[in-house]
């Protein structure tokens, strides 16, 4: 018997005992995947090999924790309050949001499916504070040619300037530089790095505009104004760019419903951490595919013909133990940094690899869930956030309303999201100053996310490739996938595992023949 069939048996026994159940394993050739990581990418990774390859394969996934999921998390208090830690709703648009919704299908979630439509009015409302008030940013077309806080002109002159100014070619430039250039300051102090805090808690001037907002990029480049190349790509006869296997996306009965409902923003009656749960029960209901939590992966050996890796980890617990598994192929779900710890230990060592996945830093972020018992809150917003010119709030980057969108009993719920270490005291004051709700919260949760948000920095995109084209060259039995290199939406994690898993026979796996 092979070494990797008799360390994988051996290994599952050892660590099955500890949770008193040990599965049969047939003792066929299959090629032992290891995943690094039971965040939702790693989750999926697993249930896309299983449903490309089937028995074919065995998806071993590595968990740190004792719980899968990673920053996907609800949390219920005591009082019954329910807070997410991470991500709230997840958007239906373009091939990865129907991608995620085909998944909802099939792990039969789609009953405790809530989404809001379009119309809505928290879907159609965006307010930012500035100047110590909250400003509802423009949302019609009047703004063009009106004049409407917080702008000093009509946006026309920031669309004709767009349209006349000449384009700049072909290098990556910072969002907040290219929409400066292009649409002038005020569009990128009010509008864009706001909303780059939004999404990445980072900061405009630094995120990579043709990583993060690749459309407006390729606009310029290709029409020379990314308002003509909106217009253009939008009413034009556009060549489909879909893979073959982006075509089959979206044919669910809840993706289609979403088109037709037009949906905004949708998540599960238990809260988002539904999602990654009822991708562990999938998986562990297959008999080929194994969640290891609270095991921590401490070292990786590769072999001298690069077929395979040795991974090395540690059983966490009360008797801590050490164990070495022989897997056919790694796929890293997890941030780069993390795998740069682990490369660096690795043998033989690479470090112009592990150097570069070291420059992908994140960003840390603090979220605090409060609850009221009392209507408290304006009802027709999303919530607000706060651009970094505003000084009058240090460290606030912005609060949503949860229970306007998704309403929780009569209460109302909202998440502060600020910079790490701010006591209850501080948010208090923070909510008092922003909302005027000098109330006492009913309850509340603060959570710190130490380095949640990948920074996708001016770069981002070269730099990614570049990883994956040495892991090619040097033909390391290694893949990446996640939020360090492909987006960070839960929609984004899911289709690069996706993309992943179903490339991984190009790494010599020949699934066909074993
Ligand atoms: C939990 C904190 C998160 C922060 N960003 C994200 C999470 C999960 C990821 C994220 N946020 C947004 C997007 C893009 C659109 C989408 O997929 O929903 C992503 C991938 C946008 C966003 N985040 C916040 C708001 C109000 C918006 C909408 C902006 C708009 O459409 O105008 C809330 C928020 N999230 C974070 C912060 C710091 C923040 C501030 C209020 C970090």
């Known amino acids: 018997m092979r070494l990797l069939e008799k360390s994988y048996g051996l290994m599952i026994c050892r660590v099955f005992r500890t949770y008193s159940t040990v599965p049969e394993r047939p003792a066929a050739k299959r090629k032992v995947v290891g995943i690094l990581g039971g965040g939702i990418t790693g989750l999926s990774a697993a249930y896309y090999l299983v449903k490309q390859y089937g028995d074919k394969v065995l998806p071993l996934v590595f968990e740190k924790s004792d719980r899968v999921g990673g920053w996907v998390k609800t949390v219920v208090t005591d009082k019954g309050s329910r807070y997410e830690i991470g991500p709230r709703s997840i958007r239906p648009a373009g091939i990865r949001g129907m991608n995620t919704l085909d998944m ?48 000093k002109r009509p946006l026309f002159w920031s669309v ?65 104004s990314v308002v003509l190349g909106h217009l253009l790509s939008r009413f034009g006869k556009q060549p489909c760019t879909l893979s073959e296997d982006d075509k089959t996306i979206g044919f669910s009965d809840v993706a289609l419903a979403s088109l037709s409902g037009n949906w ?194 001016v770069g981002h995109y070269e730099k990614v490739q570049a990883l994956r084209n040495y892991i090619i060259y040097a033909k390391l039995p290694l893949s990446i996938a996640g939020a360090s290199y492909d987006g960070v939406s839960v929609n984004d994690c899911i289709y690069s595992a996706r993309q992943i898993a179903n490339n991984i026979v190009n790494f010599k796996l020949d699934f066909q023949n074993s």
């Open 104 to 151: 909802v299908q099939d792990l039969g979630l789609h009953k405790d499916l809530l989404y809001v439509e379009k119309t809505h009015p928290t879907a159609q409302n965006r307010y930012i504070y500035l100047g110590g008030k909250l400003i509802r940013l423009p949302n019609d077309i009047k703004v063009l040619y009106k004049k409407t806080e917080p702008f």
């Open 160 to 224: 004709l300037r767009d349209i006349i100014r000449f384009r700049k070619k072909g290098t990556d430039d910072s969002i907040y530089n290219f929409v400066k250039r292009r649409f002038g300051f005020e569009i990128a102090e009010y509008l864009i790095d706001p909303l780059i805090r939004g999404i990445c808690a980072g900061d405009a001037r630094d995120i990579s505009v043709k990583f993060l907002m690749k459309d407006m990029f390729e606009h310029e480049q290709k029409y020379g």
């Open 264 to 457: 905004s923003i949708w998540s599960l009656e238990q809260g988002l951490e539904a999602l990654p749960k009822a991708l562990e029960d999938y998986l562990v209901n297959k008999n080929n595919v194994q969640v290891l939590k609270s095991v921590n992966v401490d070292r990786m050996r590769f072999s001298r013909d690069l077929k395979q890796v040795d991974v090395t980890y540690e059983i966490l617990g009360d008797v801590k133990r050490a164990d070495t598994i022989t897997c056919d192929h790694i796929i890293s779900c997890i941030p780069s940094t993390s795998l740069a710890r682990l490369l660096r230990q690795t043998k033989p060592s690479h470090p112009d690899l592990w150097k570069v996945f070291c420059n992908i830093e994140s960003e840390s972020l603090q979220v605090t869930g409060l609850t009221y018992t009392e209507s408290e809150v304006m009802n027709d917003a999303f919530g607000f956030l706060v651009p970094s010119c505003e000084q009058s709030v240090d460290g606030l980057l912005g609060i949503v309303f949860d229970s306007n969108v998704f309403p929780q009993e009569q209460n109302t719920v909202i998440s502060v999201m600020s910079k790490p270490g701010l006591g209850i005291n501080e948010i208090k004051g923070l909510v008092s100053k922003t909302l005027g709700i000098h109330r006492e919260p009913h309850d509340y949760l603060i959570h710190e996310n130490p380095e949640c948000i990948p920074q996708y920095t």
